[in-house]
């Protein structure tokens, strides 16, 4: 991290995450992992991510571009284009806002960041997702994410609400 970015992670993490747009009902962005269940649905053109938790969002990967929108800017999710190679979905990531988290740890970005991600399913029930963040605004040079998503099958997703900046967070605990 660049000396700034670090000391701003401190700063977030002494600070027990408080301030963690995502706790606040704000989009986790990319690549952030939730704790909830995410749906993955493909048409030839467009591959949709569905996300169960935060704000029950969604994001589209454009399958059928090969350049950002002009207008791509400020984005919780940024602007995804996406090509297979062989058996491994692409995806190139730009145009976000500088709003959300890279993950608890409350580490930064600015709006120069690309992410490069890569989906491969390995076998039935697992996916491995690879995600390359760029950002030279926050970061000395590229760093890597890797993780593998785990299929749940006879499962549906339900119905969560959050609302932004909620203070209500006693019901979520039953008191």
Known sequence: MLPWAAA??????????????EAHCQPGGVPR???YHFQ???????????????????????????????????????????????DTLVVDTVGFNDKFWFGMGGQPHTTQLRVTERFHRRDFGNLEIQNVIDDPGAYTKPWVIKRVSTLETGFD?????????????????GK
């Open 8 to 21: 701003l992670s401190k700063q977030r993490t002494e600070n027990y995450s408080a301030d963690d747009p």
């Open 33 to 35: 992992a939730t704790p």
């Open 40 to 86: 993955i649905v493909q048409t030839p053109s467009l591959v949709l991510i569905l996300f169960e938790g935060n704000i029950h969002s969604f994001r589209q990967i454009f399958l059928d571009r090969t350049e950002h929108l002009k207008t791509a800017h400020d984005l919780w999710y940024g602007d995804s284009i996406g090509h297979w190679d062989g």
């Open 157 to 173: 997703m339900t119905e969560y609400v959050c609302n932004e900046n909620n203070t209500d967070v006693l019901h979520l605990v």
